[in-house]
């Protein structure tokens, strides 16, 4: 064992479309608990790259390889649904939405628990013992309104939600799969840079104990906030390292930073 403690792997990674290559030989490690942000021009390749990971598209070579909730030698999960992925641990939120806006804050907290807790457990288990069950998920449940700090609004209907608490519940839902690495996909799409600010350091102060893999457009946050940034171009990783070490790459200057 070497003195890194890798969750995620890509190896080779490609992905076509059609005569397209979207992704191009991808070789991406995460570190376990890193935050680390994705970044690169429109079109470089980013949400493909997350839909590969997430299971959401098929790759077409190379393989992914993800440790899970052990500390064990990552396996390959390339072959697997996007279902299974969630359940060994991969989490993604934002531009999918997973809120029900006709639900209040606590029955949607509480649909995200119960979704992966049955998965575990088989249906028929459950069955034989659901009381148990209840009073597990409930306290689950509470547990996660706490720590996104909607325990005020919790029956309150999602679709009423101020625009900051809507934020909390998308983190709430994606940390009632007990997630042990998070992709988020420009949760700060539209918003003001006061905004993106306090996202980002809320999804930092809650999603704490997970690995982190963002893309965000606002590089100054970036360089700020990650513990490393990795950087897209033409579906290449074109550079990896600390934000020091991007903010001075030639290569991502000349191909991104502008100079
Ligand atoms: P980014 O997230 O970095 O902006 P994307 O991963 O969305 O980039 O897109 C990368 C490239 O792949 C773009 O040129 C896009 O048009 C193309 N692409 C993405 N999805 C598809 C698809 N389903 N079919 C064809 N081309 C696609």
Redesign the pocket.
């Known amino acids: 064992p070497n003195n890194t403690d890798p969750i995620l792997r890509t190896e080779g990674l490609v992905k076509r479309?059609?005569e397209?290559t979207?992704t191009d030989h991808v070789d991406l490690e995460l570190e376990r608990g890193e935050f680390r942000s994705l970044i690169?021009?429109?079109?470089?390749?980013?949400?493909?790259?997350f839909?590969l990971i997430s299971g959401a598209?098929p790759v077409t070579d190379g393989e992914i390889y993800f440790a899970g909730r052990d500390d064990e030698e990552p396996t390959a999960i390339t072959s697997l649904s996007p279902a299974e992925r969630v359940r060994r641990g991969i989490g993604r939120s934002f531009q999918i939405s997973n809120i029900f806006g006709g639900l209040s804050v606590r029955e949607n907290v509480r649909l995200a628990v119960q979704s992966v807790n049955r998965e575990e457990i088989g249906l028929l288990e459950s069955l034989f013992r659901p009381t148990d069950r209840y009073d597990e998920i409930a306290a689950e449940t509470e547990r996660i309104l706490e720590r996104v700090g909607l325990e005020s609004v919790a029956d309150v209907t999602a679709n009423a939600l101020a625009y900051g608490d809507r934020r909390r519940l998308e983190i709430g839902v994606v940390l009632a799969t007990d997630p042990e690495l998070v992709l988020l996909d420009e949760p700060t799409a539209g918003m003001s840079v006061d905004e993106t600010r306090e996202t980002i350091e809320l999804i930092q102060n809650v999603l704490v104990d997970q690995t982190l893999l963002l893309?965000e457009h606002d590089i100054e946050l970036v360089m700020e906030l990650s513990d490393r940034i990795s950087v897209?171009n033409h579906?290449e990783l074109l550079a990896e390292g600390t934000p020091n070490q991007i903010a001075s790459n030639q290569a991502v200057q000349d191909a991104y930073l502008g100079g």
Do not use: E
Request: glycine share 26%.
């Open positions: 479309f059609g397209f979207a690169g021009p429109n079109g470089a390749g980013k949400t493909t790259l839909n598209l893309i897209l579906g």
